[in-house]
């Protein structure tokens, strides 16, 4: 029996079981209860990667856009100039946040539907 600790101190237990039950109905439940919880776990490993990505590049769009604000403060051309290029990795990045949200969506749906399609 594993258990691995995911976000919000919520804790999965993974146990892995016997398949060779010789057809015993309850030991299968419990085969698939195992497959299912062992899912769960594959499931929160990569919501947890896909949102600390997501964190990564805001906290980069965040020090961008204090570097954009001191920039438009200071008003010298160089520093207005250099806005220009910031603004757009600051778009980038909002392109790429995108981008995850969309593939952890499709990811999330196709997980669900193999699921509904697996009972």
Do not use: M
Not at 19 to 26: E, F, L, R, T, V
Not at 66 to 79: A, C, G, I, L, Y
Request: glycine share 4%.
């Amino acid at each position: 029996t594993t258990t691995t600790t995911v976000s919000n101190n919520r804790s999965l237990t993974k146990t892995n079981k016997d398949k060779s039950n010789g057809g015993d109905a309850a030991a299968d439940a419990d085969v698939g209860y195992a497959e299912e919880e062992e899912c769960d776990v594959e499931v929160w490993d990569t919501l947890s990667k896909n949102f600390k990505q997501v964190q990564t590049v805001l906290d980069h769009n965040r020090i961008l856009i204090q570097q954009v604000n001191e920039n438009h403060q200071s008003r010298t051309p160089d520093n207005l100039v250099k806005n220009v290029g910031l603004i757009r990795e600051i778009n980038r990045n909002i392109s790429k946040v995108q981008f995850i949200y969309s593939d952890l969506s499709l990811n999330f749906s196709n997980t669900v539907n193999q699921r509904g399609r697996a009972k």
